[in-house]
């Protein structure tokens, strides 16, 4: 049942679908290699990667739009992995329940509750991240309740490492899907402590054992997790070797272990007139970068930017500042002047020869008083100013080269340029420049300059007279622990920086009562919204706060002095359910910290322990029950959720439905899937057959004269001949003819009849004509030629007639008098 909710029409759409956009990108850049970033690890998107290729996907469709048709990508396969682990995540909640000592009839409820969950559906019937974490995060909650219950009954024994192992091994699947698996690290820590601690506790337990116990679950939950996640991602970077829209992201030393983004060894000393190219140090903006366009305000004078890739138009040139030194001066210097700390130059941008320049004017987007406006200033022969002169200081150089904090020297010496005459410091941060400047981001000259965004190296070297066994310089290569630590920061960072909002977010208030849902898909009158089902979103609900309420009151009890926790029943469900309304709390709580955009489907995980807490809920409070009652309300509850289900489906599957049908099924304003985009009956959706049309051609009866007989007669006019009747009405079949033309594709209309005498009465004359000349030799008629294509027809062309046949000539030209054009 669960294998056919969810694949039931699964190659419906056929066209990519909500984040489709992002997730069936990723799996085009694994198998081109292209370097990406994204904010999740590695491990599903390698899963769905995987499902494409055996199914022979060459990545070359791009995913660009929500709605796009797929052509040539294999994506039922790659939609039949999330459907997959969707599916196996019904027996997974069964089984955790059983393991729980909860009753048959109660797993049977959770697992008919996963299946049919509307939103649970509706994720994992697409190339999507969130099926594989949920199932992973079942998985693992069903292997450590096993673990459990091994521990209970009598610890390391090969099944109780085999169940622990597997625990810790599915904690790094769940945490390498989505960091949200952190979450379910936070829930099975928190067990193991609690587990830890009764062990502490225990008299009769020695230290000897207690520290056996605890190195046992510290290799398994920390190590093992560690080392599958660290696994994942050196296969993420054995992958992704080549060059790819990710690389900005990431330091100029990651950038070069890529290919197609190495750099040939450099000359490690800078002199005045080298030409160099400076990267900025604290972003992943890039290159000190000009190019021929202006700021449309402020000066009107050309752009400055960071760019993050290689270009001809990050190369400029260093010089002496000091009056009366020139470019040449310094190039054809013998020996080479090296750059100093203190030292007064200017930078020429090669490729526009303007100078680098700042003035008083308010920069274009931080129109703040201590930003100044840089741009590149200057005409050729005008030598510049002294705003074009910028001091050198040096800030650190590398603890492996001495002579990088004495003097500039290439990639190993940091630095910052301070203005000559303002004494603000060249700076950029992360703010992006508008689209006339190519959102390329923002180069200021800053008063009050935080010291790391105004640091800068230079990455390029070369000096024309420069000798060729001069020392020389490139990047380390960083090792894989440098590179997974780079990136995990990347990721960090980037996660945190989503936070524009989206037509569809929401705030996780919202999510247990499900105030509204995503939509993912718009077309052809159908629609596919993230919605859940009701009746199990509210009875989950519900058991979350029944929980509290009882616990609560137990407590209070406790208070009073009861002794209910000595009560083994009580202990039973309060250790079930509160280990359950823990993994709610902690894959749920969490999300209010978070300022970044959030949607519906990151409720899911907190969603899975709240359907699992209503069914622990549900075995508590029929365990006095008969187990038919208990079985027959089951039942009921069963049914109410298929009922929900269906009522809903067709915004799960996109399936054909109308108007007034989707407003019925909007119980809740706050829903917003469009009900204009369903039509007002069934009718749109019914495709009408091809039928080639007939167009009927009213013509007056016609006498069309038949090929000719043997000569007649001279004194007998031709008129006479026996002709063929035509019908008034004929049917001629749609594309050959249109009312009131020719059946020969000609656009003359028909004569009228009048006008059909008259020339058939001058062809009988010219025929009487011609037969009294004639030989007196009887000449067979001549049939009409048939025509050499269709192509002849279509265009009007007539046949030639036989030249032999005067009688047939005479019947042709007849004919062109009727049909022109024929």
């Given at each position: 049942?669960?294998?056919?909710?969810?694949?039931?029409?699964?190659?419906?759409?056929?066209?990519?679908?909500?984040?489709?956009?992002?997730?069936?990108?990723?799996?085009?850049?694994?198998?081109?290699?292209?370097?990406?970033?994204?904010?999740?690890?590695?491990?599903?998107?390698?899963?769905?990667?995987?499902?494409?290729?055996?199914?022979?996907?060459?990545?070359?469709?791009?995913?660009?739009?929500?709605?796009?048709?797929?052509?040539?990508?294999?994506?039922?396969?790659?939609?039949?992995?999330?459907?997959?682990?969707?599916?196996?995540?019904?027996?997974?909640?069964?089984?955790?329940?059983?393991?729980?000592?909860?009753?048959?009839?109660?797993?049977?409820?959770?697992?008919?509750?996963?299946?049919?969950?509307?939103?649970?559906?509706?994720?994992?019937?697409?190339?999507?991240?969130?099926?594989?974490?949920?199932?992973?995060?079942?998985?693992?909650?069903?292997?450590?309740?096993?673990?459990?219950?091994?521990?209970?009954?009598?610890?390391?024994?090969?099944?109780?490492?085999?169940?622990?192992?597997?625990?810790?091994?599915?904690?790094?699947?769940?945490?390498?899907?989505?960091?949200?698996?952190?979450?379910?690290?936070?829930?099975?820590?928190?067990?193991?402590?609690?587990?830890?601690?009764?062990?502490?506790?225990?008299?009769?337990?020695?230290?000897?054992?207690?520290?056996?116990?605890?190195?046992?679950?510290?290799?398994?939950?920390?190590?093992?997790?560690?080392?599958?996640?660290?696994?994942?991602?050196?296969?993420?970077?054995?992958?992704?070797?080549?060059?790819?829209?990710?690389?900005?992201?990431?330091?100029?030393?990651?950038?070069?272990?890529?290919?197609?983004?190495?750099?040939?060894?450099?000359?490690?000393?800078?002199?005045?007139?080298?030409?160099?190219?400076?990267?900025?140090?604290?972003?992943?903006?890039?290159?000190?970068?000009?190019?021929?366009?202006?700021?449309?305000?402020?000066?009107?004078?050309?752009?400055?930017?960071?760019?993050?890739?290689?270009?001809?138009?990050?190369?400029?040139?260093?010089?002496?500042?000091?009056?009366?030194?020139?470019?040449?001066?310094?190039?054809?210097?013998?020996?080479?002047?090296?750059?100093?700390?203190?030292?007064?130059?200017?930078?020429?941008?090669?490729?526009?020869?303007?100078?680098?320049?700042?003035?008083?004017?308010?920069?274009?987007?931080?129109?703040?008083?201590?930003?100044?406006?840089?741009?590149?200033?200057?005409?050729?022969?005008?030598?510049?100013?002294?705003?074009?002169?910028?001091?050198?200081?040096?800030?650190?150089?590398?603890?492996?080269?001495?002579?990088?904090?004495?003097?500039?020297?290439?990639?190993?010496?940091?630095?910052?340029?301070?203005?000559?005459?303002?004494?603000?410091?060249?700076?950029?941060?992360?703010?992006?420049?508008?689209?006339?400047?190519?959102?390329?981001?923002?180069?200021?000259?800053?008063?009050?300059?935080?010291?790391?965004?105004?640091?800068?190296?230079?990455?390029?070297?070369?000096?024309?007279?420069?000798?060729?066994?001069?020392?020389?310089?490139?990047?380390?290569?960083?090792?894989?622990?440098?590179?997974?630590?780079?990136?995990?920061?990347?990721?960090?960072?980037?996660?945190?920086?989503?936070?524009?909002?989206?037509?569809?977010?929401?705030?996780?208030?919202?999510?247990?009562?499900?105030?509204?849902?995503?939509?993912?898909?718009?077309?052809?009158?159908?629609?596919?919204?993230?919605?859940?089902?009701?009746?199990?979103?509210?009875?989950?609900?519900?058991?979350?706060?029944?929980?509290?309420?009882?616990?609560?009151?137990?407590?209070?009890?406790?208070?009073?002095?009861?002794?209910?926790?000595?009560?083994?029943?009580?202990?039973?469900?309060?250790?079930?359910?509160?280990?359950?309304?823990?993994?709610?709390?902690?894959?749920?709580?969490?999300?209010?910290?978070?300022?970044?955009?959030?949607?519906?489907?990151?409720?899911?995980?907190?969603?899975?322990?709240?359907?699992?807490?209503?069914?622990?809920?549900?075995?508590?409070?029929?365990?006095?029950?008969?187990?038919?009652?208990?079985?027959?309300?089951?039942?009921?509850?069963?049914?109410?959720?298929?009922?929900?289900?269906?009522?809903?489906?067709?915004?799960?599957?996109?399936?054909?439905?109308?108007?007034?049908?989707?407003?019925?099924?909007?119980?809740?304003?706050?829903?917003?899937?469009?009900?204009?985009?369903?039509p007002l009956t069934y009718d749109v959706y019914t495709p009408t057959p091809y039928v080639p049309q007939a167009v009927v051609v009213e013509n007056p009866k016609i006498d069309i004269p038949a090929p000719a007989p043997p000569a007649p007669?001279?004194?007998?006019?031709?008129?006479?001949?026996?002709?063929?009747?035509?019908?008034?009405?004929?049917?001629?079949?749609?594309?050959?003819?249109?009312?009131?033309?020719?059946?020969?594709?000609?656009?003359?209309?028909?004569?009228?009849?009048?006008?059909?005498?008259?020339?058939?009465?001058?062809?009988?004359?010219?025929?009487?004509?011609?037969?009294?000349?004639?030989?007196?030799?009887?000449?067979?008629?001549?049939?009409?030629?048939?025509?050499?294509?269709?192509?002849?027809?279509?265009?009007?062309?007539?046949?030639?007639?036989?030249?032999?046949?005067?009688?047939?000539?005479?019947?042709?030209?007849?004919?062109?008098?009727?049909?022109?054009?024929?």
């Amino acid at each position: 049942m669960a294998a056919f909710v969810r694949l039931f029409r699964i190659s419906n759409p056929s066209s990519v679908v909500f984040d489709e956009v992002h997730f069936g990108k990723f799996a085009s850049k694994y198998i081109k290699s292209q370097y990406f970033v994204d904010v999740h690890p590695p491990l599903a998107k390698l899963l769905i990667t995987l499902a494409g290729l055996v199914f022979g996907y060459d990545g070359n469709f791009d995913f660009k739009d929500i709605a796009k048709p797929y052509e040539n990508v294999p994506y039922v396969a790659m939609r039949m992995l999330p459907a997959l682990m969707g599916i196996a995540t019904v027996p997974l909640s069964y089984l955790t329940l059983r393991a729980l000592d909860c009753r048959a009839t109660t797993a049977l409820l959770a697992s008919f509750f996963i299946t049919f969950e509307n939103g649970l559906i509706t994720q994992s019937r697409h190339i999507l991240l969130d099926s594989p974490l949920i199932f992973f995060t079942a998985l693992t909650v069903f292997l450590w309740t096993g673990f459990c219950n091994e521990d209970k009954a009598e610890p390391f024994t090969e099944s109780w490492w085999t169940w622990l192992f597997l625990s810790g091994l599915s904690l790094g699947a769940v945490v390498s899907c989505k960091w949200v698996g952190l979450f379910t690290i936070a829930t099975i820590g928190l067990g193991t402590l609690r587990q830890l601690w009764l062990l502490l506790g225990d008299g009769r337990v020695s230290m000897r054992l207690f520290y056996r116990h605890f190195m046992a679950r510290a290799l398994c939950l920390i190590v093992v997790p560690v080392l599958f996640y660290m696994f994942m991602f050196w296969i993420h970077f054995l992958i992704l070797g080549n060059s790819g829209d990710g690389d900005g992201f990431m330091s100029s030393e990651f950038q070069h272990t890529l290919r197609g983004r190495g750099m040939s060894d450099t000359f490690a000393d800078v002199a005045l007139g080298s030409e160099v190219s400076l990267r900025h140090v604290n972003t992943q903006g890039g290159y000190l970068h000009s190019h021929p366009h202006v700021y449309p305000g402020g000066s009107g004078q050309q752009q400055i930017t960071l760019y993050p890739h290689r270009d001809d138009n990050n190369n400029w040139r260093i010089y002496n500042a000091t009056e009366g030194s020139t470019i040449d001066d310094d190039i054809n210097a013998d020996p080479l002047v090296f750059v100093e700390p203190g030292m007064r130059v200017k930078l020429r941008h090669i490729s526009t020869d303007k100078a680098l320049h700042s003035h008083d004017f308010r920069p274009p987007v931080s129109d703040v008083d201590f930003q100044n406006e840089v741009s590149a200033y200057g005409v050729a022969g005008f030598a510049g100013d002294a705003n074009d002169d910028w001091i050198v200081e040096i800030k650190e150089g590398d603890r492996k080269d001495k002579q990088s904090s004495k003097r500039l020297r290439t990639l190993h010496t940091k630095f910052r340029l301070r203005h000559y005459l303002t004494g603000c410091y060249l700076f950029s941060h992360k703010v992006k420049l508008p689209e006339w400047a190519y959102e390329q981001q923002e180069v200021t000259c800053n008063k009050n300059a935080v010291m790391d965004n105004s640091l800068w190296y230079i990455e390029t070297s070369v000096h024309p007279n420069q000798p060729s066994d001069s020392e020389k310089v490139n990047y380390r290569l960083p090792g894989f622990l440098s590179k997974f630590l780079e990136l995990q920061q990347v990721m960090w960072t980037t996660n945190a920086g989503l936070t524009d909002r989206h037509t569809y977010d929401s705030r996780p208030a919202s999510w247990p009562r499900l105030r509204r849902g995503i939509n993912f898909w718009v077309k052809d009158h159908r629609q596919i919204y993230l919605l859940g089902n009701p009746m199990i979103w509210y009875l989950s609900t519900g058991a979350v706060v029944f929980y509290l309420a009882v616990r609560g009151l137990l407590v209070l009890r406790a208070k009073r002095g009861f002794r209910d926790f000595e009560n083994t029943k009580v202990v039973k469900y309060d250790s079930l359910c509160g280990f359950l309304f823990v993994g709610w709390a902690l894959h749920y709580g969490p999300f209010f910290l978070m300022s970044r955009q959030l949607f519906l489907h990151h409720y899911f995980p907190a969603l899975y322990f709240a359907i699992l807490l209503c069914c622990g809920v549900f075995d508590l409070v029929t365990s006095n029950l008969k187990p038919k009652i208990r079985l027959q309300i089951a039942a009921v509850l069963i049914i109410l959720s298929i009922w929900n289900f269906v009522h809903l489906s067709p915004l799960a599957y996109g399936t054909q439905w109308t108007r007034s049908k989707c407003e019925h099924a909007k119980w809740l304003s706050t829903w917003d899937f469009s009900c204009n985009d369903f039509p007002l009956t069934y009718d749109v959706y019914t495709p009408t057959p091809y039928v080639p049309q007939a167009v009927v051609v009213e013509n007056p009866k016609i006498d069309i004269p038949a090929p000719a007989p043997p000569a007649p007669p001279a004194n007998e006019p031709v008129i006479n001949a026996a002709q063929p009747d035509i019908d008034s009405s004929t049917v001629i079949p749609f594309g050959q003819a249109e009312p009131g033309h020719n059946v020969f594709g000609g656009n003359e209309p028909v004569q009228n009849a009048e006008s059909h005498e008259a020339a058939l009465e001058a062809a009988a004359q010219e025929s009487q004509a011609k037969a009294s000349s004639a030989d007196s030799e009887d000449i067979a008629p001549s049939a009409v030629p048939e025509p050499q294509n269709d192509e002849d027809i279509l265009a009007g062309e007539s046949p030639v007639p036989s030249e032999l046949d005067e009688e047939a000539l005479a019947a042709d030209k007849v004919r062109a008098e009727l049909f022109p054009d024929a």
